[in-house]
């Protein structure tokens, strides 16, 4: 039995069309994908920008228990806090470069915290 292999194509004009059809489409579809992900990601973008944040509100008051919460006085603390106790706090001022301990009189008026 003979197998005769029928081409696909009549002649070289018909191949190099097909092909340049093939390649067109896939173009056109990279380049539709493309612009579909730009759209999408600019959206995201413009979406994070357009949504209010959080005005800080989870930052706790200073408490003065950490350096990171450093309160600018003894004060501040008591006022932040109206059950502090006597004790040992972090202070930061204006005029100290970090965050330093200090003893503060939390409980006696007329002291540190009042």
């Given at each position: 039995?003979?197998?005769?292999?029928?081409?696909?194509?009549?002649?070289?004009?018909?191949?190099?069309?097909?092909?340049?059809?093939?390649?067109?489409?896939?173009?056109?579809?990279?380049?539709?994908?493309?612009?579909?992900?730009?759209?999408?990601?600019?959206?995201a973008m413009i979406g994070t920008l357009?949504?209010?944040?959080?005005?800080?509100?989870?930052?706790?008051?200073?408490?003065?228990?950490?350096?990171?919460?450093?309160?600018?006085?003894?004060?501040?603390?008591?006022?932040?806090?109206?059950?502090?106790?006597?004790?040992?706090?972090?202070l930061v001022t204006p005029a100290l470069?970090?965050?330093?301990?200090?003893?503060?009189?939390?409980?006696?008026?007329?002291?540190?915290?009042?």
């Amino acid at each position: 039995m003979i197998t005769r292999i029928i081409p696909r194509f009549r002649n070289v004009q018909d191949m190099k069309a097909q092909h340049m059809n093939t390649t067109e489409s896939r173009r056109h579809e990279h380049r539709r994908r493309l612009g579909i992900t730009g759209i999408v990601a600019a959206a995201a973008m413009i979406g994070t920008l357009l949504v209010p944040q959080a005005a800080h509100a989870a930052d706790p008051l200073p408490d003065g228990l950490t350096q990171e919460t450093a309160a600018g006085s003894c004060w501040e603390i008591k006022q932040n806090y109206p059950s502090s106790a006597n004790g040992t706090y972090w202070l930061v001022t204006p005029a100290l470069v970090y965050p330093q301990q200090f003893y503060c009189d939390q409980e006696r008026e007329g002291a540190d915290g009042y």
